[in-house]
């Protein structure tokens, strides 16, 4: 596979409008169910499959997902690993994220360094990606022992995402976490465009995941200056309302 397909499609799919992102847990949804929720959520409008979580996820069960997703929906899928259980050579790229406000060390190089190899040998494109928790945090932030950044310090958040693009980072990931109570704040995405425009950095996509279940608060996170939307939750639970989240995200 041509490296960086994947990245320049997102990029180029971002000129014309805001992108969505459906993410399917392998410990949620086998096979069956994924290809169910991928073939609903491009009907919706979505623009990728993420797979992937921070339990229970294990090969053949990672693999036929992925292939179902991709086959049901046509789109790219991308593997949103917790860990080295994370990868399948069936998927098109890897989010090759550093969980960057981790307290371990394992998160910030190690685990990166033990996966690169692997990610080489089964020819997957690596998207580099500033992981931030925000807030709530989840499970990802509890399995991955971050710190997370409080939701009414959004210069904190900000500081972080610039920091992801002076490391190199394509991708700035906010995350509130899976079914946070809250997503990450307007504040905290609008102050991190900011920077990273006025910085030169204003081709680093700013990706806001966790806690949005409505249309009016993808809406606010589109004004704010979030380039894509991760919607995870709500596409297991009722997928039926993804179209109107997705169109008010790319509206807004």
């Known amino acids: ?10 990029r180029r799919r ?15 949804a086998g096979p069956g169910e994924a290809a169910e929720i ?12 993420l797979v992937g979580g921070s339990l229970g996820v ?28 994370g990868l399948t050579p069936r998927a098109d790229a890897v ?7 981790s307290e371990d060390p394992y998160y910030l190089s190690g685990v990166q360094v033990q996966a690169a190899p692997v990610v080489a040998a089964m020819g997957l494109e690596p998207i580099p990606t500033s992981y931030i928790i925000v807030g709530h ?25 610039l920091a992801g693009a002076f490391t190199g980072a394509s991708l700035v990931y906010l995350e509130a976490g899976s ?20 910085t030169g950095f204003d081709d680093v996509l700013i990706v806001v995941g966790g806690g949005v279940r409505d249309p009016s608060t993808a809406r606010r996170l589109a004004e704010a200056g979030a380039d894509a939307l991760v919607t995870g939750t709500l596409a297991e639970e009722d997928p039926g309302k993804l179209a109107s989240l997705i169109e008010a995200f790319k509206s807004g």
């Open 1 to 10: 596979m041509k490296r960086r397909k994947v990245l320049s499609y997102l």
């Open 14 to 28: 971002r000129l014309d409008t805001r992108l969505h992102f459906t993410l399917i847990d392998p410990d949620k």
């Open 38 to 49: 991928a073939r609903i959520a491009r009907e919706a409008g979505t623009d990728a499959i």
């Open 58 to 85: 294990y090969e053949p069960r990672l693999g036929e997902v992925v292939e179902a997703a991709k086959e049901a929906s046509g789109l790219p899928v991308i593997l949103f690993p917790g860990n080295l259980n």
């Open 95 to 101: 989010l090759f994220m550093v969980l960057l406000n």
């Open 137 to 161: 945090g989840g499970a990802a932030g509890f399995v991955g022992k971050a710190r997370p950044i409080p939701y009414e310090y959004p210069e904190i958040v900000a500081a972080h995402a």
């Open 179 to 198: 079914g946070a109570p809250r997503p990450v704040p307007p504040e905290a995405v609008a102050m991190s465009r900011r920077l990273l425009d006025k």
